[in-house]
């Protein structure tokens, strides 16, 4: 029904049909085209259907549903099979709270998240590491000679979606991945932010690789983003984001919120027994705050003391 175009398939330029609807197509999307599909200069074809997406990845622009803002959703793609986390080890600095709202995303959506560290020429990756000890996380640590082979290794066969704040080189990934890309790499500021210069998301085939023979996947491109809300997001759902706490909460009382307020909280002996890192409960409340509109995602929310923990 969608047999996918080779790679040296013409590429075909389409819009969108009016039978669509309101419905829209978002990038990772299969469709059914018709019309004039031979890609040649002028050509134009239409979609006509798109087909069921085996995963849709959201955000919202607020993580509060009680706001105009927070019921703004988002689709950031479709059909990705993996989430690529990425982050720089310095410039701008990491912000596990980001890559924590990304994880719940991420398991949200049934997609499975990569980590991945830019700017390792930068700075040493030990400290975002350690707060994921406990989380089987797989990661890369990128730097601008590193070989790419294990991450090509990891984006074979799927399609992969990066996702990070502005400036922590994705756009420069991607071209080191697929050299015609030829995506535009902004700089970073003084104050350590990008300055968004991708604008919209894009879906590029990996190139084949001369030691394997198998399909070497698809990577999409995507714009810089402030903040991952996740009004869209359960409460029930948001723990999933934290495999290293789930298991405690078998012990909490009916209906325990797993806020600070709770008396009775399992998760604060948990933690306090050592079986998890305090900062991860830490980040796990401050989501939980943020979606009842007690915090502002756009904000970095540090803790005193940790300069990792903002978003
Ligand atoms: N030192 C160092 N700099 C890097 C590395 N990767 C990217 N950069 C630099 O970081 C800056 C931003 O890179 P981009 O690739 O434009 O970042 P982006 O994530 O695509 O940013 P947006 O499109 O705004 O979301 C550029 O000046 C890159 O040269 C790296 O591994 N080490
Ligand atoms: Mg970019």
Redesign the pocket.
């Known amino acids: 029904m969608f047999p996918d175009a080779g790679p040296d398939d013409p590429t075909v330029t389409a819009m969108r049909a009016r039978e669509l609807g309101r419905k829209s197509v978002v990038v990772g999307d299969r469709v059914s085209l018709v019309g004039d599909t031979s890609g040649a200069p002028g050509a134009l074809a239409r979609i006509v259907r798109i087909a069921e997406r085996r995963s849709v990845l959201r955000r919202t622009a607020e993580d509060d549903a009680t706001t105009a803002e927070g019921r703004l959703e988002r689709v950031v793609v479709a059909n990705a099979d993996q989430l690529v986390i990425?982050s720089?080890l310095a410039?701008p600095p990491p912000r596990t709270g980001f890559i924590d709202r990304c994880l719940v995303a991420a398991y949200d959506a049934d997609i499975e998240p990569l980590l991945c560290l830019?700017?390792?020429?930068?700075a040493g990756p030990e400290a975002v590491l350690g707060y994921y000890t406990e989380l089987e996380l797989p990661y890369v640590l990128?730097?601008?000679d590193s070989d790419l082979a294990a991450l090509r290794a990891l984006l074979a066969g799927r399609v992969s979606v990066l996702v990070?704040?502005?400036?922590?080189?994705?756009?420069?990934?991607v071209n080191r991945l697929v050299p015609e890309a030829d995506?535009?790499?902004?700089?970073?500021s003084a104050i350590g932010r990008?300055?968004?210069?991708?604008t919209s998301a894009v879906a590029l085939r990996l190139p084949p690789q001369p030691d394997s023979d198998g399909d070497p996947g698809w990577i999409i491109?995507t714009?810089?983003v402030r903040s991952f809300g996740l009004a869209h997001v359960s409460a029930e759902s948001l723990l999933h984001g934290f495999p290293d706490l789930v298991e405690a909460t078998v012990d909490c009382p009916a209906n325990c919120q797993h806020t600070a307020e709770e008396a009775d909280c399992a998760l604060d002996a948990w933690v306090a027994s050592g079986k998890a890192d305090p900062r991860r409960l830490a980040s796990y409340r401050r989501l939980l705050a943020s979606r009842s509109g007690e915090g502002d995602p756009r904000e970095p929310e540090r803790n005193p003391g940790d300069p990792l923990a903002g978003s």
Do not use: F, Q, W, Y
């Open positions: 990425v720089a410039d830019t700017k390792a020429d930068l990128i730097r601008p990070g704040h502005s400036g922590v080189g994705k756009s420069t990934l995506r535009a790499v902004g700089t970073v990008g300055r968004h210069t991708s491109d714009p810089g």
